[in-house]
């Protein structure tokens, strides 16, 4: 079964910088899209960047210039270099996929959730 499995979250100080990686893994036929999605207490989840397989990106508004978001097809991981980071970027970062199973159709799959917190 496919599943995706986050690391590199952590606690830092405003200013600093964290890099989280996702890997899918399973029997995965192909992966298209993948996102960064973040979760603050009491909040909606938000989308905060997306690349899809021929690595065109998107990025929320609050994160641009700050956050890069690449990926390595070869590995099926994806990657968000956070830099700059704010206390406001505290959260729980999941990341997201769409992907095709090598049995079944295709899903969008989920995250474990890392937890990020910039504070002093």
């Known amino acids: 079964q496919v599943q995706l499995v986050e690391s590199g979250g952590g606690l830092v100080h405003p200013g600093g910088s964290l890099r989280l990686s996702c890997a899918a893994s399973g029997n995965i036929f192909r992966v298209y899209a993948m996102g960064w999605y973040r979760q603050a207490p009491g909040k909606q989840r938000e989308l905060v960047a997306t690349i899809t397989s021929g690595g065109s990106t998107n990025y929320a508004d609050s994160v641009k210039g700050r956050f890069t978001i690449s990926r390595d097809n070869a590995k099926n991981t994806v990657y968000l270099q956070m830099n700059s980071l704010k206390p406001e970027d505290t959260a729980v970062y999941y990341c997201?996929?769409?992907?095709?199973?090598?049995?079944?159709?295709?899903?969008?799959?989920w995250g474990q959730g890392t937890q990020v917190t910039v504070s002093s």
């Open positions: 997201n996929a769409d992907i095709r199973a090598v049995v079944g159709g295709t899903f969008d799959y």
